[in-house]
């Protein structure tokens, strides 16, 4: 199997609603509007085109796992996606996680089974924080995956 782990910090914000159905995005940005809905965590310490060489080659097949965990005052929510031949990640302000299989060059997931909505209000409290400290760890896999679960 291969691996590769990719380690981001970010920052809370007041405007942040996780609301949007079929993505979450974090971004470079200090700021989210009230309509950026689908933002859950600021200033962040990376964007697409920050990920190293090895996780964005991986990042380009289908046949790759992605797990996306996010940690913020004891509370840790799990994502699961895939990859996809058609990301280019170069993106140099944000990351957008998608239930769809949609790619533009922000795009670091594809079929996600979770969405900004799903957050657990409990944690979009917490990431309403202005000085809340999220930890986000995205894990990629090829091969046997049954290390993910």
Same mark, same amino acid.
Request: charged letters at 30%.
């Given at each position: 199997m291969v691996s590769?782990r990719?380690?981001?910090?970010?920052?809370?914000h007041p405007?942040?609603? @996780? &609301?949007?159905?079929?993505?979450?995005?974090?971004?470079?940005? #200090?700021?989210?509007?009230p309509? !950026?809905?689908?933002i859950?965590?600021v200033?962040?310490s990376?964007a697409a085109a920050?990920?190293? #060489?090895?996780?964005?080659?991986?990042l380009?097949?289908?046949?790759?796992?992605?797990?996306?965990?996010l940690?913020?005052? !004891?509370?840790?929510w799990v994502?699961r996606g895939y990859g996809?031949e058609?990301m280019?990640?170069?993106?140099e302000?944000?990351?957008?996680f998608?239930?769809?299989r949609?790619?533009? #060059? &922000?795009?670091?997931m594809?079929g996600a089974?979770?969405s @900004?909505?799903d957050?657990p209000r409990?944690?979009?409290e917490?990431l309403?924080?202005p000085? @809340?400290?999220i930890r986000?760890?995205?894990?990629?896999y &090829? !091969?046997?995956t049954s290390?993910?679960?």
């Amino acid at each position: 199997m291969v691996s590769v782990r990719e380690s981001i910090t970010a920052k809370g914000h007041p405007n942040i609603s @996780a &609301r949007h159905r079929s993505t979450f995005e974090v971004t470079k940005d #200090p700021y989210v509007t009230p309509r !950026g809905d689908c933002i859950i965590a600021v200033s962040a310490s990376k964007a697409a085109a920050d990920l190293s #060489p090895e996780f964005k080659n991986l990042l380009k097949s289908s046949a790759t796992v992605i797990v996306f965990r996010l940690e913020v005052e !004891g509370f840790t929510w799990v994502v699961r996606g895939y990859g996809s031949e058609s990301m280019v990640l170069t993106d140099e302000r944000s990351m957008v996680f998608r239930r769809s299989r949609y790619v533009c #060059p &922000r795009t670091v997931m594809v079929g996600a089974d979770k969405s @900004a909505i799903d957050l657990p209000r409990k944690v979009v409290e917490v990431l309403r924080k202005p000085d @809340a400290s999220i930890r986000i760890i995205l894990e990629a896999y &090829r !091969g046997d995956t049954s290390a993910c679960e």
